[in-house]
């Protein structure tokens, strides 16, 4: 499945195929759970992580209760609670100006992107892998996996960063840091709007820019997207001849399509490959797949932290 390097890839060729029915919530003791997971992981040549919103959540990032009233009371009383429920979808509110509009992603971006320092689950999570040839495939935009020491060159994140801003219309195919300039924003912001000369503009078309997040078509795909694509596709390449696990961390149904659905895909079709499935409220995984599926709920921060030690 190996690509050029500005191929884009189709993810509708991983569609997974696995009947509702066939999945289940093992019935099985946590510690059995623990232990097969931990033995896959040890024995396995190869790790391929897949991990999106849940994990960020389970190591604190969370988008919403008292982290998002604590941060953001000024945008929920000038907006009405009604639309600023939370972090995730106050981010689709349709701010009346690009003053507005930056003065909302500048903070959401400092508070989720820049501030946090490698969390705990992060952090076990690469000394656990560390040893092992590994590769990371996120729908995040948190930038945690870098910040734990996973390299970069083995990191495809497909989503794209809080921390870069793009055309809003896509003109050209490249992204640019924004750390300075959301924290001039943040430190000028009044009545939650910047001022108008720190809104940014297209350096080409002279446009407005967005957030480098894939909401729409014109979600930038830049060189280093294509070459991160590109070393993904080799690891999978690679993974074929080789004992691997895919390690699954808080991955629900609202992208399925990028790493939950072709996880099982590539399990089904090759009996090297075994699945570890983390996930709150949604550990289900395909009984067929038996005992090289282990799919474990709850708190992810304790498993994590419980299957480092173990192994």
């Known amino acids: 499945m190996k690509q050029s390097q500005k191929a884009k890839i189709d993810w509708t060729q991983f ?9 289940i919530f093992q019935n099985v003791p946590y510690e059995e759970q623990l232990e097969q997971a931990a033995v ?32 953001f009371g000024e945008f929920i009383e000038k907006y009405g609670s009604m639309y600023m429920r939370d972090m995730y979808s106050s981010g689709f509110y349709p701010f009346p100006t690009q003053e507005a509009k930056w003065g909302y992603w500048s903070k959401h971006s400092i508070l989720n992107r820049f501030q946090p320092p490698a969390l705990p689950l992060y952090k076990q999570l690469f000394e656990m892998v560390k040893e092992k040839d590994y590769f990371v495939l996120t729908t995040n935009v948190d930038h945690q996996f870098q910040k734990a020491g996973f390299q970069t060159e083995r990191i495809f994140a497909t989503q794209g960063d809080y921390g870069n801003i793009q ?81 699954e961390l808080g991955v629900g149904f609202n992208t399925p399509t990028i790493i939950r659905f072709p996880f099982e895909k590539m399990v089904r079709e090759n009996n090297n490959l075994s699945l570890i499935r983390l996930n709150k409220d949604e550990a289900v995984v395909p009984e067929s797949f038996g005992h090289r599926a282990v799919g474990i709920g709850g708190d992810m921060a304790k498993v994590i932290s419980d299957l480092r030690n173990a192994i």
């Open 15 to 23: 569609l997974s195929g696995i009947p509702a029915n066939d999945y």
């Open 40 to 71: 896959l992981i040890k024995e396995a040549d190869a790790i391929l992580i897949g991990a999106g919103a849940g994990a960020s959540a389970a190591a604190g990032l969370t988008y919403s209760g008292e982290r998002f009233t604590d941060n």
């Open 167 to 247: 055309c809003e219309k896509g003109c050209h195919p490249k992204i640019y840091n924004a750390e300075d300039l959301f924290y001039q924003m943040d430190k000028a912001r009044h009545d939650c709007l910047i001022p108008s000369e720190l809104v940014p503009k297209c350096p080409v078309c002279g446009g407005n820019m967005a957030m480098h997040l894939r909401c729409d078509q014109y979600f930038v795909e830049d060189e280093n997207w294509h070459a991160a694509a590109g070393r993904y596709n080799d690891f999978l390449t690679n993974m074929e001849a080789k004992k691997g696990v895919l390690l």
